[in-house]
């Protein structure tokens, strides 16, 4: 499944289209509250208000599960893709740690899973989720057949589609009180290191809705966890029960990310033999060595990874490294799972390489692609505004009237078509904004930066949703870019996305024939990934 950090807020407004809701409450502690609150990688819950959509599903023992079924007990039902290697790990260990949290109460919360892949609907395959993530006894995962499945994922408004043969779905959580009730709404974020943060959110509306209201034995904090990303130095521990050292060195470094459980969907011993050869090869053509991290914070156990390197047919000539924070996966920008980082010396990111929906390359290609990044990453310093306009100095001439409108906010979304239209035989990059968002803000400089060194070939184009002129006027006067900007709203994008904008940031890649090539939902962490992506899906980057 492919799934891409998308604000809550935005995500909302399509699944709350018909749902009752309710004031929010607040957490007890004003400070954990607070800090809930201004924590981006948390939800903190929509109070929902009406009864909970019943259905009747098959779970992976083969046996009817209904929701009435549950009552009497707090239900946490979650919808998921059942060959997924993206958010639902995460979201399913919150889970499980959530019920732990609550000690000899737990057994009166219900854990429950409702398959979201179309392509994936068999009793087998929610069985070999359940199995691969160490929670075949520990919750009911149902499945059906597809207009079932349609029927519930309506009733609850899931929005679940393939979008280049990748599953897509909305990665939503409910809790539901003893009495059938929906309670609350929780949208899962793409953070590994908050995932026990995530599970005290749940443990706590859970206790909530019991009637005893039991305690958790410990509080964590709700303050934002930094990543730990590869310009900082760092020590793991090692599989093996040394240590691994992480982050700048004297040279760059090429990391795989994965977890146990991504033998699932995929031949992950063969993937991470192979790069045994890539790792003798690095060391005979001066190429970067290769370390290994598993992700740790998402295993069902800490048996997990021993047993599974146990079972290789032959050691791994690379470290192997253990990430049970999270952390690292945050910082190195890990969507996915397994997961290709190449950083620089300096600790950039260079290039990634999702093998979970790619597939794994033969060390040859491994090597070229290595050695590709390598060689065009930009060496020149970022001019200053006051240099821009003579870097781009002789664009094509439907280039530089963009270059000539730099900044300025224009019309709506007719005037955006009208613009795509004359700028047919040049790829385009639409960025989606708002000046309200937080990471469209931070994302913002790596946009900036790429328009400059692309702008000669490529076109790029602002679209700020849901903003005011003057709140928009004002952020690009201190954002400079050197493009200009559309206005509308998150609906008014149909020419190009008829499903409309489900958040924000959102990057669309145009072809030159007018066709969509990408859409990339959710923040650009680095300069790396959005070069990369522009290289890849606009011709001539």
Same mark, same amino acid.
């Given at each position: ?32 509250? $607070? ?13 929902? $208000? ?94 059906? $057949? ?52 995530? +599970? ?26 930094? !990543? ?5 130095? @760092?020590?793991?521990? +090692? ?9 700048? /060195? ?38 970067? *060595? ?6 740790? $914070? ?44 190449? @950083? ?27 050695? +590709?990044?390598? @060689? ?40 955006? &078509? ?20 937080? !990471? ?9 930066? +790429? ?17 005011? !002129? ?19 709203? &998150? /609906? ?10 489900? *958040? ?7 072809? !030159? ?29």
């Amino acid at each position: 499944m492919k799934w891409v950090g998308l604000t809550a807020a935005a995500l909302l407004v399509v699944v709350l289209a018909t749902i009752g809701i309710a004031d929010r409450k607040s957490p007890s502690s004003s400070s954990q509250a $607070s800090a809930l609150a201004s924590n981006p990688s948390l939800d903190t819950g929509t109070q929902l $208000s009406g009864p909970a959509p019943d259905f009747t599903l098959t779970n992976q023992f083969g046996r009817p599960v209904s929701i009435h079924s549950f009552r009497g007990k707090v239900v946490l039902l979650a919808f998921n893709d059942s060959e997924c290697t993206t958010i639902c790990p995460l979201t399913t260990t919150a889970m499980v740690n959530a019920k732990g949290m609550l000690g000899a109460a737990g057994k009166n919360v219900a854990l429950l899973g409702v398959d979201a892949n179309p392509d994936a609907i068999s009793v087998s395959n929610v069985r070999a989720y359940s199995r691969a993530h160490g929670m075949l006894h520990q919750w009911d995962f149902v499945t059906g $057949s597809l207009p079932a499945l349609r029927r519930v994922w309506k009733d609850y408004k899931i929005a679940v589609q393939i979008e280049q043969g990748e599953i897509d779905h909305t990665p939503a959580l409910f809790a539901i009180d003893t009495h059938g009730h929906l309670a609350k709404l929780y949208i899962t974020q793409m953070s590994y290191a908050s995932v026990d943060q995530l +599970a005290q959110v749940l443990a706590q509306e859970a206790s909530e809705l019991l009637p005893n209201h039991p305690t958790l034995a410990s509080l964590k904090s709700y303050e934002q966890i930094p !990543p730990l990303g590869p310009s900082t130095k @760092t020590t793991l521990p +090692a599989a093996d029960g040394g240590s691994v050292a992480l982050g700048p /060195g004297t040279s760059p470094r090429l990391y795989v990310f994965f977890a146990s459980w991504a033998s699932q969907t995929l031949d992950l011993n063969k993937g991470l033999a192979a790069l045994n050869q890539y790792q003798s090869m690095a060391a005979a053509r001066g190429l970067p *060595g290769l370390t290994a991290v598993d992700e740790g $914070s998402v295993e069902p156990s800490a048996r997990a990874l021993p047993a599974f390197l146990k079972q290789l047919p032959h050691p791994l000539s690379y470290p192997v490294a253990v990430d049970r924070s999270g952390r690292i996966a945050d910082g190195y920008e890990v969507q996915d799972q397994p997961w290709l980082v190449l @950083t620089s010396a300096s600790g950039r990111i260079l290039w990634y390489y999702d093998v979970s929906t790619q597939g794994w390359l033969s060390t040859s290609a491994l090597a070229k692609r290595v050695h +590709a990044a390598l @060689t065009s990453a930009p060496k020149v310093k970022q001019p200053s505004p006051a240099e821009v306009p003579q870097v781009l100095a002789g664009s094509p001439g439907p280039l530089a009237s963009l270059h000539q409108q730099a900044g300025q906010v224009l019309g709506s979304e007719d005037a955006l &078509t009208q613009r795509l239209q004359s700028l047919r035989g040049y790829s385009v990059v639409i960025n989606a904004w708002a000046s309200w968002c937080g !990471p469209c803000r931070t994302e913002f400089p790596l946009f900036a930066s +790429a328009s400059v060194r692309y702008g000669k070939k490529v076109a790029f184009l602002g679209f700020d949703t849901n903003d005011s !002129p003057v709140d928009a006027r004002s952020f690009l006067a201190d954002h400079p870019v050197s493009y200009p900007s559309y206005q509308g709203t &998150t /609906g008014q994008v149909h020419g190009l996305l008829p499903q409309g904008l489900i *958040g924000l940031p959102t990057t669309i890649f145009v072809s !030159p024939s007018g066709k969509i090539a990408y859409v990339h939902s959710g923040q650009y962490d680095s300069q790396g990934t959005l070069d990369q992506d522009v290289g890849q899906y606009a011709s001539g980057g």
